[in-house]
């Protein structure tokens, strides 16, 4: 029979793993209400090449750096092209995918903590697609830049007059970039290793890629660092806190490691 003390010696105050059907079921729905929710925002065609127009503008105004300037990195031959449009179609969905799988497993709180400010950003991505139709650089005359999955490949995209699975006039805020952020800061936050700031390549890379294949201006990236920032401002962080354990009846030992607590579901 296991005593109080062998009980508390293992893992006080663990947080409790949700329960996996519903996790599962609630960001499946999450999942399906975004992408129908693209369908909806789709269709505005005019719309959002005219706010592709403005953006580019914009952009030139407060002199961020061509977007060409990336590309052009990756017209060196075929094969950087391939790579960063396989990233592009490959990477996105996957990592976010097991980084929440790995943070239900290993960090129960934490994963909570994930799953919010993702549907929170995500939720806000939605909302500013509905008011502000984007069109791409790749589909704008006026940035000269060439359309890499359609040149090269792979593609996950149809063309625009026919693509009825994805809504192409999308493009701000990337979440491609919002999500690439947030999988690196949350491996920072639930980690301890001393090499953990190296998950912020990810989101680096996965901005090149997205800037240099043309499917996001700067700006894009910009408002979805912004939409998280405030994402994590509200969403409250699993907190730590020292918890002392007995180890003898009548004797305290110092504080053990700070264990995560607080994490609601």
């Not at 006080?12 to 599962?24: C, G, I, K, T």
């Not at 994590?232 to 730590?240: C, D, G, H, I």
């Amino acid at each position: 029979m296991q005593t109080r003390t062998e009980a508390a010696e293992k893992e006080p105050d663990a947080p409790a793993r949700p329960p996996l059907v519903r996790e599962f079921l609630l960001v499946a729905g999450l999942f399906l209400v975004y992408k129908l929710g693209r369908q909806v925002a789709a269709g505005h065609t005019g719309e959002a090449y005219h706010d592709a127009r403005r953006v580019w503008d914009l952009e030139r105004t407060v002199h961020l750096p061509g977007e060409g300037a990336v590309q052009s990195l990756l017209l060196h031959g075929t094969a950087p092209a391939h790579v960063a449009n396989t990233y592009y179609a490959a990477v996105h969905f996957p990592a976010t995918a097991a980084f929440l799988v790995w943070l239900y497993l290993r960090r129960p709180a934490h994963y909570v903590w994930a799953r919010r400010v993702l549907a929170a950003i995500t939720a806000a991505a939605l909302a500013l697609h509905l008011a502000f139709p984007l069109a791409p650089p790749r589909m704008l005359a006026a940035a000269h830049l060439v359309d890499t999955a359609r040149v090269y490949g792979p593609s996950v995209y149809g063309p625009p007059r026919s693509d009825h699975l994805s809504n192409q006039f999308a493009a701000m805020p990337s979440l491609h970039f919002g999500w690439a952020l947030m999988v690196a800061i949350g491996l920072i936050a639930a980690t301890r290793s001393r090499f953990r700031w190296l998950w912020l390549l990810h989101p680096l890379l996965t901005l090149l890629v997205i800037v240099g294949t043309a499917n996001h201006y700067w700006l894009d990236s910009l408002v979805a660092a912004a939409l998280l920032a405030l994402a994590l401002a509200v969403v409250p962080m699993p907190r730590r806190r020292a918890v002392t354990v007995a180890r003898a009846p009548g004797r305290l030992a110092p504080a053990e490691d700070a264990v995560l607590v607080g994490a609601g579901r």
